[in-house]
């Protein structure tokens, strides 16, 4: 029975060990925000990128920024002086790295509250602005 018990120990504390070490994967290796690249198809000065209701002033494209990872969709809208508005919709899909918890139900519950369990469906978004407006008083 006590050499039973002594190899039982070290398989136990590896167990342990390893459910330590690999809780909420997704959380540890990527974190609760994702990078995204936004780049435009024609240039532009200066342009506001307002990602689910913050404001971000651009003078410069492609523009790296983080959004938030989770189970809600990400609104994005565009606006530069001379053309129309674009809007468009950063779609989530379920990042793998999640599946690292394997049976740890803690870690798939803090992947799964912090929104690490989902990712951005692309990691670049090219802004497709339309032929820039007449000017008004021409």
């Given amino acids: 029975m006590l050499k039973i018990m002594k190899n039982l ?80 919709t950063i779609f989530k899909t379920f990042n793998a790295v999640s599946v690292i918890n394997l049976f740890d139900v803690l870690g798939w519950g803090i992947d799964a509250a912090t929104g690490a369990m989902m990712k951005p469906d692309q990691r670049a978004y090219e802004i497709m602005f339309a032929e820039p407006k007449a000017n008004a008083t021409e």
Wanted: hydrophobic share 40%; net charge neutral.
């Fill in 9 to 88: 120990l070290p398989v136990s504390l590896s167990y342990v060990a390893a459910v330590v070490l690999f809780s909420s994967c997704a959380t540890v290796f990527c974190g609760s925000r994702a990078k995204v690249t936004f780049d435009t198809n024609v240039p532009v000065e200066s342009a506001t990128l307002t990602i689910d209701g913050k404001k971000h002033q651009v003078n410069a494209f492609p523009y790296e920024t983080r959004v938030k990872r989770g189970f809600t969709d990400t609104e994005v809208k565009v606006e530069s002086e001379g053309y129309d508005p674009v809007r468009f």
